[in-house]
């Protein structure tokens, strides 16, 4: 069901989280909304193709899924990035990415949702497919900020 055909009768039950402050990519605070948390948790749930929610779920536990490393190499001209998993990622693990940077850059907070992280083999995860487009075509001396994050039930974890 799309969020424009919900009725504003559709959102009274959806209480604030109990940590309601946000920081959007501005750097703005402000108090995250009964119909705020019901628009985010529904977007979240209709990007991964799952049914929207009427009720507000409860905000979960994720599950642990730190990378530990980011292997690239370069095999006769082909580049390929695995990244190593500590455990087996599920479904709602999600992989993120920056687009390439220069290298002088230190961190990156400007990261964009590349896809669900393919199973791994003997512990590394092949995220070159996810990484495909002019975007992601880094040149010599730059840089790609990669990164992990879990969505359980519209609800998704800090990077």
């Known amino acids: 069901m799309a969020l424009a055909s919900r009725k504003p009768s559709g959102r009274p039950g959806w209480p604030p ?5 946000i920081t959007p990519a501005w750097g703005q605070n402000g108090n995250l909304s009964g119909f705020l948390l019901f628009a985010k948790i529904n ?5 991964f193709g799952q049914d929207q929610s009427v009720s507000p779920p409860a905000q979960p536990q994720f599950p642990d899924l730190a990378p530990q490393n980011l292997v690239i190499a370069n095999t006769a001209g082909v580049i390929t990035l695995k990244l190593h998993l ?15 940077v220069s290298q002088g850059r230190e961190t990156c907070n400007d990261f964009r949702i590349l896809g669900t992280c ?23 001396g730059q840089e790609v900020y990669v990164g992990s994050t879990s969505f359980v039930d519209g609800w998704e974890s800090c990077p």
């Open 118 to 140: 393919p199973t791994p083999a003997a512990g590394s995860a092949d995220i070159t497919s996810l990484l495909h487009g002019p975007l992601w075509r880094a040149a010599r």
């Open 17 to 21: 989280p109990k940590k309601p402050s």
């Open 43 to 47: 977007c979240t749930l209709a990007q």
């Open 86 to 100: 500590p455990g087996r990622p599920r479904p709602e693990h999600l992989i993120r990415g920056s687009a390439p």
